[in-house]
Every structure is written in structure tokens, then in C-alpha cells.
């Protein structure tokens, strides 16, 4: 299966910048669309954004303007640029990759989380 582990989470100011990582075990090209969800304590967990291999992006209304999602294909890694900070984006964030396998079938994988804290 498909190993994520995140990275960059930590704790900023309001109106403050975080880039978070997502590494992956296999080469990217083969993973259909990566994504970032977060969940905060008491909720469920939500779709921030989201990356295909022919790079069309959706992202959340809640962080459309503020957040950018990218991926390095040779680093096997998908980023988000969290940019201009709310303390309602506190949340941990999880890595997604799902793979097509054929028609009937998908494959989909979560990272570990990690934690984004950011203080008003």
C-alpha cells in the first residue's frame, strides 16, 4: 500500500504562513489525486484541497484565496501553502491519496496527521 507521512504542522500566528508536506512511498504519477483534509476537535473530517496528476485543483470555499496546493513529482511529495491564517483553520490536517485501480475498484490511503494550531 501507499505510505503518507506529513510534515510541517506547528503553531502561527493569525495572518501568519504554514507550508505542510505530504511525502509519499511511491512515485506521485501513479496516485490519481492527493489531498489535504483537515478535522478539528468536535467535527468531522472536511476536504481542504485536492491535486490530480494533470494538476486540476479544488479546494474548499473556506480556504480558496488563502491556500495552494502543489506537488513535486521527483520528491514524490505534495505540499499546501497555507497562507493569511484564521484560528478556525486550527485542525489537524491528514494527507489523501487515492489510485484508480480499474473500473471497479480505487485504493485509498491516509497519513498520520499532523497538527496546525493558529492563535488569534
Known amino acids: 500500500q501507499v505510505q503518507l507521512v506529513e510534515s510541517g504542522g506547528g503553531l502561527a500566528q493569525a495572518g501568519g504562513s504554514l507550508r505542510l508536506a505530504c511525502a509519499a512511498s511511491?512515485?506521485?504519477?501513479?496516485?490519481?489525486?492527493m489531498g489535504w483534509y483537515r478535522q478539528a476537535p468536535g467535527k468531522q473530517r472536511d476536504m481542504v484541497a485536492t491535486?490530480?496528476?494533470?494538476?486540476?485543483?479544488n479546494y474548499a470555499d473556506s480556504v480558496k484565496g488563502r491556500f495552494t496546493i502543489s506537488r513535486d513529482n521527483i520528491k514524490n511529495t505534495v505540499y499546501l501553502q497555507m497562507s493569511s491564517l484564521k484560528p478556525e483553520d486550527t485542525a489537524v490536517y491528514y494527507c489523501?491519496?487515492?489510485?484508480?485501480?480499474?473500473?471497479?475498484?480505487?485504493?485509498?490511503?491516509w497519513g498520520q496527521g499532523t497538527q496546525v494550531t493558529v492563535s488569534s
Open positions: 489523501n491519496a487515492v489510485r484508480y485501480h480499474d473500473e471497479i475498484r480505487s485504493f485509498e490511503f
Open positions: 511511491v512515485n506521485i504519477f501513479s496516485i490519481n489525486t
Open positions: 491535486i490530480t496528476t494533470r494538476g486540476s485543483t
